[in-house]
């Protein structure tokens, strides 16, 4: 039951990171070293399932797709989503700085842990590090454009696709998306209020770009491995602005409802923000939130065996991609 409960946790994990604009839960996955059994295992959902079964009925397609992993994942991130919502809303009204404060370290410590060089890197792999930094950086000002698309039925859907294919990707908040599409609000009281009419609609948009984007992250990781970790550390990196606990808000729109849509931030210092907004800085209490972040990060590192991040756990799964090869 040891590893069950490890993906629980990392589940649990990944939850309250995407519960968070600005996180993502895919940093989480990456940092506890599951990170390519989930983008692998997501794969496996799909034609060649059907081959599974009916080569090895039940079982074969237990193993095929992995669900020792996926159960328990699936039970920590929605366990952790429906009773992190609720908190989530409540610190980022009272205490945001703090909040940002901690994830700001916690990103920060998870983009060291994982820049490690591996043995086959080469100079040229700066280029998918220097594309993840401006990718990240630029995202997040495409997304308002969700919201021309006029049907709120096919915003969700597309919003759904765009958010999940985010949390595959570390460093890449789809909380922060949905954000900026003025759907965050919409998604996240739906959850607390269980409207399952809403939801419905939104997961498949999910389910679309799930099933999508997981299969050309798992072609990448397999073909172009060293580079495709560069851009996703690049991601990761690219995402602290985000994150940095004293800012100001200059640039934005209202979407379709009336919402706050942030495109843009000037970035202060803690007695900068002082001064403009009246409030403390709390320089110190900030600063320990961000040493709690990153102590955290050290702690699941540690957690998940001393594996490297991003590498693929013991799963059955990895004997049952290489058979499938030629059906995906």
């Known amino acids: 039951m040891k590893r069950p409960f490890s993906i629980f946790l990392k589940g649990a994990g990944m939850g309250a990171a995407d519960a968070v604009p600005g996180v993502s839960g895919g940093t989480i996955a990456f940092v506890t070293g599951i990170y390519e059994e989930l983008i692998h295992t997501i794969k496996q959902f799909g034609p060649s399932a059907f081959t599974a079964w009916r080569r090895g009925g039940l079982a074969g397609l237990f193993a095929h797709l992995n669900l020792t992993f996926v159960i328990p994942l699936l039970l920590g991130i929605g366990a952790s989503l429906v009773s992190v919502a609720h908190l989530v809303v409540w610190l ?10 901690f994830f700001f370290g916690l990103v920060a410590a998870s983009a060291v842990v ?3 060089h591996p043995a086959d890197w080469k100079l ?27 049907s709120p039925s096919l915003v969700l ?4 696709a765009i958010a999940i294919s985010a949390l595959l990707l570390p460093g890449v908040s789809g909380s922060f998306l949905l954000l900026t599409m003025g759907l965050y609000g919409t998604v996240m009281q739906g ?15 999910c389910l679309i770009g799930l099933f999508g984007f997981s299969r050309l992250l798992s072609w990448l990781l397999r073909h172009h491995h060293t580079a495709t970790l560069q851009l996703l550390i690049g991601f990761i990196v690219g995402s602290l ?8 808000l200059v640039r934005y729109q209202l979407g379709p409802e009336g919402q706050l849509i942030p495109l843009d931030y000037r970035y202060l210092t803690p ?8 409030e403390p800085g709390l ?8 040493v709690a972040g990153a102590a955290l990060v050290l702690a699941l590192g540690r957690y998940s065996g001393g594996s490297k991040p991003g590498k693929a756990g013991n799963g059955s799964h990895t004997s049952s991609n290489k058979e499938e090869g030629s059906n995906a």
């Not at 859907?157 to 759904?160: C, E, K, M």
């Not at 007695?271 to 009246?278: I, K, M, Q, S, V």
């Not at 320089?283 to 961000?290: G, I, K, R, S, T």
């Open 92 to 101: 980022m009204d009272d205490y945001p700085l703090l909040l940002n404060g």
């Open 114 to 116: 994982v820049s490690r």
């Open 124 to 150: 040229w792999h700066l280029i998918p590090l220097i594309l993840g930094l401006l990718l990240a950086h630029g995202l997040p000002s495409l997304m308002p454009l969700v919201t021309q698309l006029g």
């Open 157 to 160: 859907i597309v919003g759904g």
């Open 191 to 205: 959850i607390r209020s269980f409207d399952l009419a809403l939801l419905s609609t939104f997961a498949v948009g």
């Open 241 to 248: 602005p985000v994150l940095w606990p004293w800012r100001e």
């Open 271 to 278: 007695g900068d923000y002082a001064n403009l907004t009246g």
């Open 283 to 290: 320089l110190v209490p900030v600063v320990v939130a961000m």
